[in-house]
């Protein structure tokens, strides 16, 4: 089990984060926050696959003049995502966002963050502070040469020494950077010496296989060492598909239990049924299934019965047959076409039962 750094409780509107809450789940619109209702149906969409605290981008005023009309129908917290102009922090604030996220490097002097800081105390507004390899204050990248681990971290340090001292304790952390090994060692140090809540993730990880395999590795690393109360996979993807790979990597650790967990071994040459072909079919009926299912499809007798035996619901197959199983127990026997088809059933009955318990 992951032992989890202990952190100090924030909250994000109604959303509470470090502490004794889970990783909570966020991502990032792809829309113009100007349109509002294009904006709203990502949103719900992205609510609807587990998303739990969702930024937008406010780049122009007619942006922030949508954020209002945004906020009050998101059925999550919403994010302002401030770069530049600290008078967008302000208005942003105004029109009702829960969280205002900025990177004090690129927004000025310090006394204009503080400024902001005094504002998000006042209307109760959790702050983001990012600190990005991109948006480095100057002397720290004088002084280290390059955005470095080292430099990174300490300018997370200098900023949360700032929000202390200014009495403003309802914030987290974010140190990002597209370098894995970067990213890992710039919030391992920042974790050793604070409690405060970290939101973690690889940016700009890329597309497809890569950006999630990077993503993956990079965020998975911090996780087992127990950093890490906030997280988002940064994919050039629907911002969907972030959502389900930080279920994805959640669940691998034991972390977030939300959705199917689908095992199926890797073909061989004693596989004797056309083994991706199921898993394929069953995956795709699957998609969208937010209760906690463990789904076991295995291929061969070598390791089959033990894997069906220990999900939910199991596949154990033969040579051109299979045996069903339901929380250990051996149902029946079915022929290979017939596969997917018992397999969904006993699915549905699980999750029909699980439903009436609720």
Sequence with gaps: MVERRKTRQIRVGDVPVGGSAPVVVQSMTSTKTRDVEATLEQINRLHRAGCEIVRVAVPHREDLEALEDVVKNSPIPVVAD?????????????KGAQGVRINPGNIGREEIVREIVEEAKAKGVAI?????????????????GYPCADALAESALRWSERFE?????????????SDVLQNV????????????????????????????????????VL???????????????????????????????????RGVELISCPTCGRIEVDLPKIVREVEEKLEGVDQSIRVAIMGC??????????ADVGLACGR???WIFRKGVPLRKVREENMTQELLREIAELKEEGTKEE
């Design 223 to 257: 996780l087992y060492m127990g950093i890490g109360d906030t997280v988002r996979v940064s994919l050039t993807e629907d911002p969907v598909v972030e959502v389900e790979t930080a279920y994805d990597i959640l669940r691998s650790l034991g972390l977030r239990s």
């Design 185 to 220: 060692r710039a919030n391992l140090i920042f974790a050793e010496r604070t409690d405060v809540p970290l939101h973690i993730g690889v940016t700009e990880a890329g597309m497809g296989r890569r950006g999630i395999v990077k993503s993956a590795v990079g965020i998975g």
């Design 82 to 94: 401030v770069h530049f102009a600290p008078s967008y922090a302000f208005l942003s604030m105004e």
């Design 128 to 144: 983001r502070i990012g600190v990005n390899s991109g948006s480095l204050e100057g002397d720290l990248l004088e002084k280290y």
């Design 320 to 322: 051109g047959f299979g």
């Design 165 to 177: 001292k200014w009495g403003f304790t309802n914030y987290k952390v974010s140190i990002k950077g």
């Design 301 to 310: 007798v070598v390791n089959a019965m033990g894997e069906a035996r220990e």
